[in-house]
């Protein structure tokens, strides 16, 4: 958590410094609200919601308003989101334009009326009534695309929305508030910021009727109690360990390039990036170096310098975090045939890693090390990679990769987990459900699903005849 404190005093609000990762300095601050100020937000958007609910075709007509006003504020956004998230700025562009493509993806979405036909001398018909005001808790890695992964559905659905992005990203988050602010009705969309407990006070407001949360599984738990307190619906999109298996017949060259982006964008922290390798025995060490070239060239620095392709770690605890668990595979016998160490100089730079003879049990490979460090594993039985893919708590994503697509589908249909790509990682489309298993989730997004995830059944019967 970021922890200076400056601009108190009297009439001044307290606010908590922003750090540009790429220089390790601070850069600008955020206003650190406190846990009591969100009764009056939530109270204001439970006020904006009986209006916003009323009519879809005005709902629909503001989103597009709203993903117009996105793209036009886009150079900022973006601008913002790699100084304070520190991702190369073509990135931020991307996640820019992802945020406007939900917000229309969703204004064209309506919930689909439905009627009972069982054979009974009535009418039963299905309708959909938005839940009230939701509370958006989101992480650092994609602040924009994921706030906008739960704002648009919510919205689009007739709910209000309060975010609340990580303590370490909140400024493009606050100015995307703006954006919107100023083509949206007042109050349907409010941003807050502040460090711990805000989050855990959102998530436990009697106000709030749903709570959709990114971010770990220990925070998704902690979230989960909080929500019991009002009995408020929870959607959890937690943490990942994707396995990606490949098949003996895979050609590595042809696929090295896709598979080490899938593995190392937005520097490793990305819910669904690969975060273990098995390879056939066989192909291992082929594997390793075409990995490991890579790793060795790619150009690493600043986001907003042009020819940067990674970037820093978002933040100082979470490189501590990698530097451990690479440091705990080298000690536990790993060779790191890339990387392995932080970078010298300022800024929270780690070396991309690619690491061999790791064994399975060291965290680097049973945890989520949400960073620039790819273990990749040798296995001899096929079923032996499967049960390894599948033998850790999470069950995101997972990929095969091999020559013979349906041999390679078959594998995939065995991975425990919400989306299984073959030849590809984390491909995913708007129109598409995303719902994690065992410890990465609980509720659907994405899609229609995501929709009907901020929306209850209203059923309303009655005879055929008088
Ligand atoms: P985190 O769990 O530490 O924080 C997520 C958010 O929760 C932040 O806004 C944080 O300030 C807030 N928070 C912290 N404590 C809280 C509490 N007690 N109550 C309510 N809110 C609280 O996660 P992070 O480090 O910001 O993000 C990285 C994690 O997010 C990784 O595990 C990653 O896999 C996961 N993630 C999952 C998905 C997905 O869609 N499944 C997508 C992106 C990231």
């Given at each position: 958590?970021?922890t200076?404190?400056?601009?108190?005093?009297?009439?001044?609000?307290?606010?908590?410094?922003v750090?540009?990762?790429?220089?390790?300095?601070?850069?600008?601050?955020?206003?650190d609200?406190q846990?009591?100020?969100?009764?009056?937000?939530?109270?204001?958007?439970?006020r904006?919601?009986?209006?916003?609910?009323?009519d879809?075709?005005v709902?629909?007509t503001?989103?597009r308003?709203?993903a117009?006003?996105?793209?036009a504020?886009?150079?900022?956004?973006?601008?913002?989101?790699t100084?304070?998230?520190?991702?190369p700025?073509?990135e931020s562009?991307?996640?820019?334009?992802?945020?406007?493509?939900?917000?229309r993806?969703?204004?064209d979405?309506?919930?689909?009326?439905r009627?009972?036909?069982?054979?009974?001398?009535?009418?039963?018909?299905?309708?959909?009534?938005?839940?009230?005001?939701?509370?958006?808790?989101?992480?650092?890695?994609?602040?924009?695309?994921?706030?906008?992964?739960?704002?648009?559905?919510?919205l689009?659905?007739?709910?209000t929305?309060?975010?609340?992005?990580?303590?370490f990203?909140?400024?493009?988050?606050?100015?995307?508030?703006?954006?919107?602010?100023?083509?949206?009705?007042?109050?349907?969309?409010t941003?807050?910021?502040?460090?711990?407990p805000?989050?855990?006070?959102?998530?436990?407001?009697?106000?709030?009727?749903?709570?959709?949360?990114t971010?770990?599984v220990?925070?998704?738990?902690?979230v989960?109690?909080?929500?019991?307190?009002?009995?408020?619906?929870v959607?959890?999109?937690?943490?990942?360990n994707?396995?990606a298996?490949?098949?003996?017949?895979?050609?590595?060259?042809?696929i090295?390039?896709?598979l080490?982006?899938?593995?190392?964008?937005?520097?490793?922290q990305?819910?669904?990036?690969?975060?273990r390798?098995?390879?056939?025995?066989r192909?291992?060490?082929?594997?390793?170096?075409a990995?490991?070239?890579?790793?060795?060239?790619?150009?690493?620095?600043?986001?907003?310098?042009?020819?940067?392709?990674?970037?820093?770690?978002?933040?100082?605890?979470?490189l501590?975090?990698?530097?451990?668990?690479?440091?705990?595979?080298?000690?536990?016998?790993?060779?790191?045939?890339?990387?392995?160490?932080?970078?010298?100089?300022?800024?929270?730079?780690f070396?991309?890693?690619?690491?061999?003879?790791?064994?399975?049990?060291?965290?680097?490979?049973?945890?989520?090390?949400?960073?620039?460090?790819?273990?990749?594993?040798?296995y001899?039985?096929?079923?032996?990679?499967?049960?390894?893919?599948?033998?850790?708590?999470?069950?995101?994503?997972?990929?095969?990769?091999?020559?013979d697509?349906?041999?390679?589908?078959?594998?995939?249909?065995?991975?425990?987990?919400?989306?299984?790509w073959?030849?590809?990682?984390?491909?995913?489309?708007?129109a598409?459900?995303?719902?994690?298993?065992?410890?990465?989730?609980?509720?659907?997004?994405?899609?229609?699903?995501?929709?009907?995830?901020?929306l209850r059944?209203?059923?309303?019967?009655?005879?055929?005849?008088?």
């Open positions: 958590m970021p200076s404190e400056s601009g108190q005093g009297p009439g001044r609000p307290a606010r908590f410094a750090v540009d990762p790429a220089t390790g300095e601070t850069f600008d601050e955020a206003p609200q846990p009591e100020e969100l009764d009056a937000v939530v109270d204001r958007a439970h904006a919601w009986h209006g916003w609910r009323a879809p075709v709902r629909t503001a989103l308003v709203a117009d006003a996105v793209e504020a886009g150079d900022d956004l973006a601008r913002l989101l100084r304070e998230q520190g991702k700025l073509t562009y991307a996640e820019v334009a992802r945020t406007a493509a939900r917000l993806y969703f204004a979405l309506a919930p689909r009326t009627q009972i036909v069982d054979g009974r001398p009535v009418r039963s018909e299905i309708r959909w009534r938005p839940l009230g005001p939701v509370a958006a808790i989101v992480p650092w890695n994609f602040p924009l695309q994921l706030a906008a992964a739960k704002f648009a559905p919510a689009a659905a007739g709910n929305v309060v975010i609340k992005p990580s303590p990203t909140p400024l493009a988050t606050r100015l995307l508030g703006s954006v919107l602010a100023a083509v949206l009705p007042e109050d349907v969309l941003v807050v910021t502040g460090r711990e805000l989050g855990a006070r959102l998530a436990s407001h009697p106000g709030i009727r749903h709570v959709t949360f971010g770990s220990s925070t998704g738990r902690a989960a109690e909080a929500a019991a307190a009002s009995l408020a619906r959607t959890l999109e937690l943490g990942g994707d396995a298996v490949l098949l003996d017949d895979v050609d590595v060259d042809r090295a390039d896709r080490f982006w899938a593995a190392f964008r937005n520097c490793g990305v819910c669904m990036a690969i975060k390798l098995y390879a056939p025995a192909l291992h060490a082929e594997v390793v170096e990995l490991a070239q890579r790793a060795k060239t790619v150009a690493v620095g600043p986001g907003l310098n042009p020819e940067t392709r990674l970037g820093p770690v978002n933040n100082a605890p979470q501590a975090r990698i530097e451990r668990v690479t440091q705990q595979a080298l000690a536990d016998g790993a060779r790191a045939a890339a990387g392995g160490r932080r970078q010298d100089g300022p800024g929270y730079f070396a991309p890693t690619i690491l061999t003879d790791v064994p399975p049990s060291s965290p680097v490979v049973s945890g989520e090390q949400f960073g620039p460090v790819l273990p990749v594993l040798p001899r039985s096929l079923d032996e990679a499967v049960d390894a893919a599948n033998g850790t708590g999470f069950g995101l994503g997972g990929s095969v990769w091999g020559t697509l349906d041999r390679a589908e078959a594998v995939a249909e065995r991975l425990e987990c919400g989306t299984a073959v030849n590809h990682h984390a491909e995913l489309s708007l598409q459900p995303f719902a994690g298993v065992k410890d990465s989730g609980v509720g659907v997004a994405g899609g229609p699903w995501g929709l009907y995830g901020n059944p209203f059923v309303v019967h009655r005879p055929q005849e008088a």
